[in-house]
């Protein structure tokens, strides 16, 4: 019972981190590579991310990438579509960002170094 009592508080904790920071904070933590289960990501100082490594040059990147925020403590996005240019991609709370992890929605993340980045 004691085991389960603990496991709760930690989890608790963990979950209350990211709620603990200022949406600033949340920022200046969100920037930079992370790797999810299925790709990479890199989130720019300048509020735009890459699926991949950043392509800005030339007339259409070809990688998926968009525009980011954190407001409210959510994660904030906007996902540019061939054809239709901008959409609005929603806000994910954001229960836990650490400078190793991210947790927010249903989706997982750990940070990676710029040149892990597409090196699988």
Partial sequence: MRSIAVALTLAFVASSYAVEQ????????????????RHDYVYLADGTWWMGKPEPNGPEPRVTHGHWWIK???LC????LQGEGLRDNGCELITKLTKREIVYGGYQMKRIAMSDVDQY
């Fill in 72 to 74: 409210d403590h959510r």
């Fill in 22 to 37: 200022s949406d600033r904070e949340l920022t200046r933590s969100m920037i930079g590579a992370w790797r999810s289960p």
């Fill in 77 to 80: 996005e906007t996902v540019y």
